[in-house]
């Protein structure tokens, strides 16, 4: 016989502490165990429960209850969804027998529960929770394609109502820290200690011995109503309206079906309700997307968390002392990424009144998290006092890891490295944060080239979660691994390229951008370019993100490329429209971006960013091309650089590829990542490449397909 996962106690005042404790597992996480376990349990409180005077359910775990084994879900076919449905039902029956054994139940909840986690706490009369500030609760299958399936949805639309139980916790999947879920209402109660925790569980059940769900009470309704109840009915209308804004227009399956779940299940009796959410959730699981995305936010995410492009060998390295070179817009929040994570700082530029700027940002960070009550004087205080600003390269003595971030120039980064390289460390870790110039060419300018490499942070740093890694020729695997560890330090998620002219993500992202401005520059009305990268599923439109990116800058990318060629004796880079569209944005219009004020939008002080009218003047808007394509030509032009990143040995891993193309250049999370794109298309890679040369003969030759692409579509293969 396996051995439980739920410990049974029954005290002298003959209520039942149930223990959640798998002996097998350092946190508690559903599996078939848990599901057996529970099924036991439940039929032994059914037998007992006369003699029962109610029950706790905690956990003795530091968390509560961690959620569903992703390892499981993910390999659910429509052939064997039934089965797995079936194991949910059971779980699901069991939750419901549990809130109608007709005694009260209460979940002490001593950490954090989500998903499956939660949902236990949800089938219990009362919860209370313990001022754990770690804790997290919250339903955040939809981040993975899913919705809560053993009755959270049912559960929270009947306490909360529809339309608090959709906002609030399961279209975006929020995770909640204590006072936010006792604010939104999934918890009741929070107390200050484990001994008070269980003494407010007893006192519950004592005042409440027959106790049922409020949904089990005659004359029950929902707060807020159904959409038979003629108030509701009225706002009913906007819900898809809603729906769409909140999805910016994109196709996700998860948001859809868990709305037309809590609609459709608040019209029926909860057994009836159970039934309805099942259904939308085997829809989702037995899906493409839902795989996409546990593997993506996931599997892949863990791999790299966990090392897996990190060379062995290396013992451990933490960051004591990091030099800052430029105080700008990326050095600025560097700064306050590292001394938020405990390390010391240098924050140099060429005057002190520079550095403090920089350092100023972070004192404008630290205010405005102690304004929302996330942040105290104090923490600020000890933040603030390890950032040291100076313009004195002397102030380096003792740095252990270097990053510049003074303007893009190779003249300029060799010389801040030259003043600083016999002051750091002799070992110290020299990185820059170039977003595009090559790493092997930076490198010359520094005596100890094998401690030279790429980190390519992401704006704004302290939001955006990706660090690109980026080796040079001579870069020494320890160097590498110390640069992973400092970026796992700062609890940032770090891939690993090697070295060329934009690295990975900037070459990907490139043409994405260039496939939004040709289509302007085919005919195509700005308004329909924008749309479709927001149907595709990302998050801006290609041109407002060359507005930020700014196309005097862009021109000047492409030209560095050229001039590379040149000197190097390799064919030219090839003719792109996109390049004709913004030459004369840039010399005939004098609209060269965001930062101007004016560019494909113009930018009125206060205002909200509006398209230039004149567009439809200069490139004209009559063409039309039909959405799918457009949204085709972007994701596809963006998958086949990333082949071709991995056919030039830029990539060699395919977690990488699909983590920095969804976390550093916004690829839409439902494909996966950019790869995983390639590897699911309808048809697997044959398809792909029949459609790639589909859009070629139709758009350009851009489109024809790279050469390892084709050769893995005529193996059967896919990228692994
Ligand atoms: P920025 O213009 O905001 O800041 C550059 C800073 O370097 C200025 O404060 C300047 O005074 C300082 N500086 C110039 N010469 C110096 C010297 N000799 N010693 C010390 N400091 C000096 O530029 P930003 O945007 O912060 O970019 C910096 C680097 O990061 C560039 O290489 C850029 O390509 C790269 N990058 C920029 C991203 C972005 O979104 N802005 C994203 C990723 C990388």
């Not at 659910?76 to 109608?100: H, I």
């Not at 959709?166 to 604010?183: E, F, H, S, T």
């Not at 930076?442 to 942070?457: E, M, S, T, Y």
Request: glycine letters at 10%; proline letters at 5%.
């Amino acid at each position: 016989m396996t051995e439980s996962t739920i410990r049974w106690e029954k005290g002298a005042d003959n209520i039942v502490t149930l223990t959640l404790d798998d002996p097998q597992q350092s946190a508690n996480t559903m599996n078939d165990r848990y599901t057996k376990s529970m099924h036991d349990t439940v039929e032994r409180l059914e037998k007992e429960k006369a003699d029962i005077a109610g029950v706790i359910i905690t956990s003795a775990k530091k968390t509560f209850f961690a959620g569903g084994d992703l390892r499981d879900l993910i390999k659910v076919k429509p052939e064997n969804a039934q089965e797995m449905a079936d194991g949910g039902k059971l779980l699901k029956g069991d939750l419901r027998k549990l809130e109608t054994l007709g005694i009260p139940v209460v979940c002490a909840l001593n950490g954090t529960a989500l998903g499956g986690g939660l949902e236990i706490a949800l089938s219990c009369h009362r919860r209370v929770a313990l001022n754990n500030p770690k804790a997290q609760f919250g339903l955040p299958e939809v981040s993975l394609g899913l919705l809560p399936g053993a009755g959270g949805i049912v559960r929270t639309v009947r306490m909360l109502g529809i339309q608090n139980a959709l906002m609030n916790v399961l279209m975006q999947g929020q995770r909640m820290k204590v006072d936010k879920a006792l604010k939104v209402g999934i918890i009741d109660e929070v107390v200050d200690s484990e001994e008070e925790m269980i003494a407010k569980a007893k006192e519950f059940i004592l005042a409440n011995p027959k106790c049922q769900q409020p949904w089990d009470e005659k004359g029950y309704k929902i707060p807020g109503g159904t959409p038979s109840t003629p108030k509701f009915a009225a706002n009913l209308p906007a819900f898809p309206a809603n729906l769409r804004k909140q999805l910016k227009g994109a196709n996700y399956p998860a948001p859809k079906n868990i709305m037309a779940a809590a609609v459709e299940s608040a019209q029926v009796d909860v057994d009836n309700a159970f039934k309805i959410e099942e259904r939308y959730f085997i829809d989702l699981v037995t899906g493409q997307v839902a795989k996409n995305m546990i593997n993506a936010f996931f599997f892949n995410l863990q791999a790299i968390n966990g090392g897996a492009s990190r060379p062995k060998d290396v013992p451990k390295f933490t960051a004591k002392k990091v030099g800052v070179l430029g105080a700008g817009m990326m050095g600025a929040g560097i700064a306050y990424v590292t001394a938020m994570t405990g390390s010391e700082v240098v924050l140099k530029d060429i005057s002190v009144e520079n550095a403090e700027k920089g350092k100023d940002y972070s004192r404008k960070l630290l205010d405005k998290a102690i304004s929302r009550g996330k942040m105290t004087e104090e923490k600020k205080e000890q933040v603030l006092s390890l950032i040291t600003a100076t313009a004195d390269a002397k102030d380096l003595e003792g740095v252990d890891f270097v990053i510049e971030a003074v303007f893009e120039s190779t003249e300029l980064k060799h010389k801040v490295f030259q003043e600083i390289e016999d002051v750091v460390l002799p070992d110290a870790v020299l990185g820059s944060n170039t977003s595009s110039l090559p790493i092997t060419g930076l490198a010359k300018g520094v005596k100890k080239q094998d401690n030279f490499i790429g980190i390519h942070f992401f704006s704004p740093v302290d939001k955006m979660p990706l660090v690109e890694i980026i080796c040079g020729k001579d870069t020494s695997p320890e160097v590498l691994a110390k640069t992973y560890d400092y970026c796992l330090q700062i609890r940032k998620t770090p891939i690993v390229v090697n070295d060329a002219r934009g690295f990975f993500t900037t070459r990907v992202i490139g043409t994405f951008a260039n496939e939004g401005i040709a289509m302007l520059g085919e005919g195509v009305s700005a308004a329909s370019v924008e749309q479709a990268a927001q149907q595709a599923g990302y998050p801006v439109g290609t041109l407002k993100l060359i507005d930020e990116i700014n196309m005097g800058t862009a021109l000047k990318i492409s030209k560095a490329a050229e001039d590379d060629a040149k000197r190097d004796g390799t064919p030219p880079p090839p003719h792109h429209p996109a390049g004709d569209v913004m030459k004369k944005m840039v010399e005939e219009l004098d609209r060269p971006g965001k930062l101007q004020g004016k560019g494909f939008y113009d930018y009125p002080e206060g205002g909200k960013a509006k398209l230039w009218p004149g567009l439809k003047d200069a490139f004209g808007d009559s063409t039309e091309i039909p959405m799918e394509d457009m949204k085709e030509r972007m994701l596809f032009i963006e998958a086949m650089e990333a082949v071709k990143c991995f056919e030039e040995g830029v990539i060699e891993s395919v977690a990488d590829a699909n983590i920095g193309s969804i976390f550093g250049i916004g690829f839409p999370g439902w494909t996966g990542g950019v790869i995983q794109y390639i590897n699911q298309y309808e048809g697997g890679l044959k398809g792909f490449v029949t459609r790639a040369q589909e859009l070629a003969a139709k758009y350009g030759d851009r489109f024809n397909p790279p050469a390892l692409l084709v050769e893995k579509a005529e193996k059967g293969e896919i990228f692994e």
